[in-house]
């Protein structure tokens, strides 16, 4: 059996139901299950590794880590944000990279993002979890700093 794999606030904001997301994907979870965060509005936002393990992918709006045990969590910038080609992104690491937990993968403004049309709501997910496989560590409503625990996927 493995262990149950905690899951950290990316972001700092308010957390947000998937089913409440603005996207039939992440709303129905159909990558899987996890929750969002509406992320507070500032000049630039950092955004944390939600667990340890290696980038699987890395895009400026998205990216996926994936842990020694297989498990991978996706954390989406945003809501239709890859029609930005990147821009208003700052990497500041790449796929293939080894990150340990809450290390700064990118910089963003949630703000411009807004500004632009966009939702720049967070989701966080448990890729391919099944959905008794998650437990909310928080619940919608509540407030969360980034780095604070999110989810537990047991």
Request: charged content about 15%.
């Amino acid at each position: 059996m493995t262990a149950p794999l905690t899951v950290l606030a990316p972001v700092t904001g308010v957390v947000v139901a998937l089913a409440e997301v603005d996207d039939p994907v992440f709303s129905a979870e159909l990558v899987g299950p996890g929750l969002a965060i509406e992320p507070v509005r500032g000049p630039v936002s950092e955004v944390l590794a939600p667990v340890a393990g290696r980038i699987a992918k890395m895009h400026a709006h998205a990216f996926v880590v994936q842990g020694e045990d297989g498990r991978a969590v996706l954390v989406h910038l945003g809501i239709n944000t890859v029609q930005l080609e990147g821009e208003g992104f700052t990497l500041h690491a790449a796929e293939g990279d080894d990150v340990a937990l809450g290390q700064v993968l990118v910089s963003w403004d949630p703000a411009a993002v807004e500004a632009g049309g966009r939702s720049p709501v967070v989701p966080v997910v448990g890729l391919d979890a099944g959905p008794d496989h998650i437990a909310r560590l928080v619940e919608p409503g509540d407030e969360v700093a980034a780095g604070t625990p999110l989810i537990t996927w047991g």
